[in-house]
């Protein structure tokens, strides 16, 4: 039983556009939500993360907006660049360290 | 710093038999995990350790053992593979710490078991 779903599985952007992935949880004990980025044949490594005490965070061209009332979380990929082309994974813990993780996007940036 | 560092990188396994996947980390980290991936599941956690000696099941465990003797070591068993463990394994390690507890991964073992 995934506890975290994540949606769309895949998306295609062109160059400049921006990407938009959604997650939802169940748990509310959940409080502490990271994006993975994960390129081909390597491991994932943390993009952003945010608490449950904000609404949003924004580092650099990527957006974590969080909506805690309706259990929701999502990236925003400002000015997608092909660079940015990999999975994201969306996660959750309710004690920092055991992640619930989401299937899983893959994006592609065309140029 | 290597960072997380496993071997093998690939393995091809026929049913039954058993091997060790090792994991290895030099960032002085207390938490390790080992998760698998499988195409449109994202990671599941399998294993995890708080500190040496220290071990404990996550969401997927059957199938698996592991061990904590150092802070540096956490390896992974397969006793009896079947192809249901035909997938990627990634081993990662963490500190706690007051800012958010950063998983930090290794390039992960591919695993084929026929």
């Known amino acids: 039983q995934q506890q975290v779903k994540q949606s769309p599985q895949s998306l295609i952007v062109q160059k400049g556009g921006i990407s938009i992935i959604n997650c939802a949880y169940e748990n509310t004990a959940f409080d502490y939500f990271p994006w993975y980025q994960q390129f081909p044949g390597k491991g994932p490594a943390l993009l952003i993360a945010i608490r449950p005490d904000v609404s949003e965070k924004k580092e650099g061209r990527f957006t974590i907006s969080f909506n805690k009332s309706a259990k929701q979380f999502s990236l925003h990929i400002m000015d997608s660049q092909p660079g940015d082309s990999a999975t994201y994974f969306c996660a959750a813990s309710m004690n920092d360290y055991k992640l619930s993780f989401g299937a899983g996007t893959t994006v592609t940036v065309r140029a | 710093n290597a960072g997380v560092t496993q071997t093998p990188k690939f393995r091809i396994l026929k049913i039954g038999q058993s091997m060790t996947l090792q994991c290895t980390q030099d960032?002085?980290?207390?938490?390790m995990y080992w998760y698998r991936q499988d195409p449109g599941m994202g990671l599941k956690l399998i294993y995890y350790s708080v500190g040496a000696g220290i071990t404990d099941k996550g969401e997927v465990p059957n199938g698996y053992n592991v061990s904590r003797s150092t802070t540096e070591d956490f390896p992974l068993r397969l006793e009896l593979a079947a192809p249901s463990q035909t997938s990627v394994y990634f081993c990662?390690?963490?500190?706690?710490?007051?800012?958010?507890?950063?998983?930090?991964f290794g390039p992960g073992t591919r695993l084929t078991v026929l």
């Open positions: 990662a390690s963490s500190v706690r710490d007051n800012s958010y507890n950063e998983q930090f």
């Open positions: 960032m002085n980290h207390n938490y």
